[in-house]
C-alpha cells in the first residue's frame, strides 16, 4: 500500500513557477514509477509527466515538455515536479501518482497504469 500526499500549489501570476511535492508513505517507493496528472474543470485527467523508479526515464506531455521537470528522490521518499513559465492553460488540479511497481523501464502514460492516487493540489495560474 502506498499513500501520496501532494503540496506546492497555489496561486501564481502568468510566466511564474511553482514546484509541487509528493510524499509517499511505504517500503516499496523506489519500485514505483511515478506520475503526475492533472484535471482542469470540465475536462479529463490528463499526463503531465512521469518518471521512471529510478529516474533513469521521463516523459512529458507536448503541453508541458520543456517548461516542467520531473524527479525524484528516492531516499526522501519524494516525488517534485517544477513548473516554469506558467500559463492560464496550466490551471488545474494536480495529482500525483504510483503505479503497482510492476513498469521497470519506461514509466507508464496511462493513467490506468497507476494504481494509488494522492489528494491533489490546487494550481492557479492569473493572468
Known amino acids: 500500500q502506498v499513500q501520496l500526499v501532494e503540496s506546492g500549489g497555489g496561486l501564481v501570476q502568468a510566466g511564474g513557477s511553482l514546484r509541487l511535492s509528493c510524499a509517499a508513505s511505504?517500503?516499496?517507493?523506489?519500485?514505483?514509477?511515478m506520475g503526475w496528472f492533472r484535471q482542469a474543470p470540465g475536462k479529463e485527467r490528463e499526463f503531465a509527466a512521469a518518471?521512471?523508479?529510478?529516474?533513469?526515464?521521463?516523459y512529458y506531455a507536448d503541453s508541458v515538455k520543456g517548461r516542467f521537470t520531473i524527479s525524484r528522490d528516492n531516499a526522501k521518499n519524494t516525488v517534485y515536479l517544477q513548473m516554469n513559465s506558467l500559463t492560464p492553460e496550466d490551471t488545474a488540479v494536480y495529482y500525483c501518482?504510483?503505479?503497482?511497481?510492476?513498469?521497470?523501464?519506461?514509466?507508464?502514460?496511462?493513467?490506468?497504469?497507476?494504481?494509488?492516487w494522492g489528494q491533489g493540489t490546487q494550481v492557479t495560474v492569473s493572468t
Open positions: 501518482a504510483a503505479d503497482g511497481g510492476t513498469n521497470y523501464g519506461s514509466p507508464p502514460r496511462d493513467k490506468n497504469e497507476y494504481i494509488y
Open positions: 511505504g517500503r516499496t517507493f523506489s519500485r514505483n514509477a
Open positions: 518518471i521512471s523508479r529510478n529516474g533513469a526515464f521521463t
